[in-house]
Each structure stands twice: as structure tokens, then as C-alpha cells.
């Protein structure tokens, strides 16, 4: 008579999954005043779901926090507000408008409203005493979170050295901190872009419609197609039409892409996604365009 037995084996969604409730439990145990960077992207939202499973039945127990630059999509902020109403938790709204308004940080003319989010974001941590903050970086997104740790120390001034890391052997993470200093954590740093969508899928998570293909007015900028706005206007020769499209990521209106898309499900999705040679940042993000080091220079002076 033959033999059964239970097969214990966790599928790679499931050990993603276990490896940030880990990193999220830890950090509530070991840190102060933790706080989770929610923008109301897919990322920051699957997120917002470990962090649910991780402490349920309780509620999640630290604030969520956004950095808002005021070109935000509409369909984004109303996702993140959905998520922060049905988990309860309190959300801290820092706003590069105030900072600029405050004299936090100085508009020069010249600098965009993602690079000021810096000093928005570091005057948020310092007045609310954050000592540890979750962010949804990942490493197949682009080359300098490909080599950042995940528990990332910040100096007393909010920058990260990218070559005075810490080893994380065994999955041991030293949380240890000086007077003034910060620790950013990516619990899922070891997630891809299409892990990402095959989770979404799995959980029937709730994210921003801009995600699925929808008809929307564009215009074409350094390869970009970038939303027609008050915020953006066009330049001689560029010219606004309509297409399909969608977001693979989202952020300030000004400066994120869209690509030409017909996927209107998660699954189509995952196809689309399953082929794609650029990852969502180098593709539709402008921010990252500046320079091969744009995203590393911004990084060691407090950015996300």
C-alpha cells in the first residue's frame, strides 16, 4: 500500500512572501518608530499587504507616509486613500508645495519635484523621529538598488555610502544606530517586476486603474510618452494625441512615461511583462534618464 505524504516545499511567491513578513516583524520589534513610504504605486501597495498579513488579526502598527510633489495622478492618490481607509492606518502626508512654501528645500528653477522630495522626505523623518523606514525598492529595477542592502543605513545627515554597507550574511541584519541616524529597509528587495504582478494576482489586490490599458491624450518627449497636463506643457514640435496605454510605474506626472499597451488584465499583463527586455524604470522614468549615476547620486544624498 503506498504512502502519502504532505508536500512542504513553499513556491517561490510563498518564500518572497515569508522572507517580508520576516523583515517586517523584525523591524517592528527591533526599531523605535518605524514607517512605511507608501505612494499608492503597485509596489508600496503589495507593501501595504505583507504588512497586513505580517500583523493580522492586529492592526498594522506604524503610520504609512507619502511624500507628495503635487503632480501626483489622481488615480493614484484615490488608491492610496481606499488602502489607508479600510486598513486604519494613520497617514503622514509630507508636501514638496509646503516644503518649497516653508523653506525646506529651494526651488532654483531648474531642480524637478522628484529631486525635491529629498528634503521633503528627510525633514518628515527628522520632525516625526523615524528611526527605521520601509521603502519598495527592489534590486532588478535598476543598478544602484541592485547593490543595496536590506536594512540600508542612513547618516545623521539622511545619505547613504553605498561602499560602508553592512554584511547581511545568513539573513542577520544589524539594525544598530547612532544618535540622529535612520534605517531604510526594502522587504522586498529580492522581488521582480513580474513576482510583483504574479502577487498582485494571487491576492486580487486593489491598485491604480492607470495600471491597465486605457485610452489617454500623450505626447512624445526623449522617447517618452509622457500625459498631457497643466503640469506639462509642450515643446515646439511636440504634439498631443490619443493612444493606448498604460503605466508600468507611477510617480510624478512630469517626469513617468507611459508605454503603448492593450493589456487590460493582470494576466495580460504578466505576458507583457514576461517579455520585456527594459525594466519599468529605465523605460518610462525620466528622473533616472539624467545621467547612468542619476539614480545612485540621489540615493546617497536621502532619496528613497
Known amino acids: 500500500m503506498s504512502q502519502t505524504h504532505a508536500d512542504y516545499r513553499l513556491s517561490q511567491l510563498d518564500q518572497l512572501e515569508a522572507e517580508s513578513i520576516h523583515i517586517f516583524r523584525e523591524v517592528a520589534a527591533e526599531f523605535e518608530k518605524p514607517v512605511l513610504m507608501f505612494s499608492g504605486g503597485k509596489d508600496s501597495i503589495v507593501m501595504m499587504r505583507l504588512a497586513e498579513k505580517a500583523f493580522y488579526p492586529a492592526k498594522i502598527p506604524f503610520p504609512v507616509l507619502q511624500v507628495d510633489t503635487g503632480y501626483d495622478f489622481p488615480e493614484v492618490l484615490a488608491t492610496r486613500d481606499n488602502w489607508v481607509n479600510r486598513l486604519g492606518v494613520r497617514l503622514i502626508v509630507a508636501s514638496v508645495e509646503e516644503a518649497l512654501a516653508n523653506g525646506i528645500v529651494v ?23 523615524f528611526t527605521a523606514a520601509f521603502g519598495g525598492g527592489r534590486r532588478d529595477e535598476e543598478k544602484a538598488r541592485a547593490k543595496e542592502r536590506v536594512y540600508s543605513h542612513r547618516d545623521e545627515f539622511g545619505q547613504w555610502d553605498p561602499k560602508m554597507q553592512r554584511p547581511e550574511l545568513w539573513n542577520l541584519y544589524n539594525g544598530r544606530l547612532h544618535e540622529g541616524e535612520h534605517m531604510r529597509i526594502f522587504p522586498i528587495s529580492n522581488w521582480t517586476e513580474l513576482d510583483i504582478w504574479d502577487y498582485i494576482g494571487r491576492e486580487g489586490i486593489e491598485i491604480p486603474s492607470i495600471y491597465f490599458s486605457h485610452q489617454r ?10 500625459s498631457e497636463s497643466e503640469h506639462n506643457s509642450c515643446r515646439e514640435g511636440e504634439v498631443v494625441e490619443e493612444r493606448t496605454v498604460r503605466f508600468r510605474t507611477v510617480g510624478d506626472l512630469t517626469l513617468t512615461g507611459c508605454v503603448e499597451s492593450t493589456a487590460s488584465t493582470i494576466d495580460e499583463i504578466i505576458a507583457e511583462v514576461a517579455i520585456a527586455t527594459v525594466t519599468e524604470r529605465g523605460a518610462t522614468r525620466g528622473d533616472d534618464r539624467f545621467s547612468e549615476a542619476a539614480m545612485e547620486d540621489r540615493k546617497k544624498e536621502g532619496y528613497f
Open 107 to 129: 526651488d532654483d528653477g531648474k531642480t524637478s519635484r522628484n529631486r525635491h522630495q529629498i528634503g521633503t522626505l528627510l525633514n518628515a523623518i527628522e520632525e516625526n523621529g
Open 217 to 226: 491624450r500623450v505626447f512624445e518627449r526623449d522617447g517618452m510618452l509622457l
